[in-house]
């Protein structure tokens, strides 16, 4: 069974830089694309990025383009988002998804398993 376990949230200030991580088991890793998504309270869950199962293709939401990368080792089975020039409304809680094509998506429906998501809250 799939499971997602993201890491590496925290409280920060303005113009910080701060690194998720998420852990993938159950299944083979390279097998699947991953996508990260946010959620601040109130709001619906937004698409931020995501990378296809290679790691040589990403694509990102123009709110984070140019400050977040994406990232992936398959030999460890862990994803990683690099977030940096943080700003407030970056606040969310981050979650991390599955899904087992490469088409870019960013539609939350169209990814499998989910993590349980981890706060990052960016202070002024």
């Known amino acids: 069974q799939v499971q997602l376990v993201e890491s590496g949230g925290g409280l920060v200030q303005a113009g910080d830089s701060l690194r998720l991580s998420c852990a993938f088991s159950g299944e083979t890793f390279s097998s699947y694309a991953v996508g990260w998504f946010r959620q601040a309270p109130g709001k619906e869950r937004e698409f931020v990025g995501t990378?296809?199962?290679?790691?040589?293709?990403?694509y990102y939401a123009e709110s984070v383009k140019d400050r977040f990368t994406l990232s992936r080792d398959n030999a460890k089975s862990t994803v990683y988002l690099q977030m940096t020039s943080l700003k407030p409304e970056d606040t969310a809680v981050y979650y991390c998804a599955v899904k087992r094509y490469d088409s870019i998506t960013v539609r939350p429906d169209d990814y499998g398993y989910w993590g349980q998501g981890t706060q990052v809250t960016v202070s002024s």
């Open positions: 990378i296809d199962r290679s790691g040589s293709v990403t």
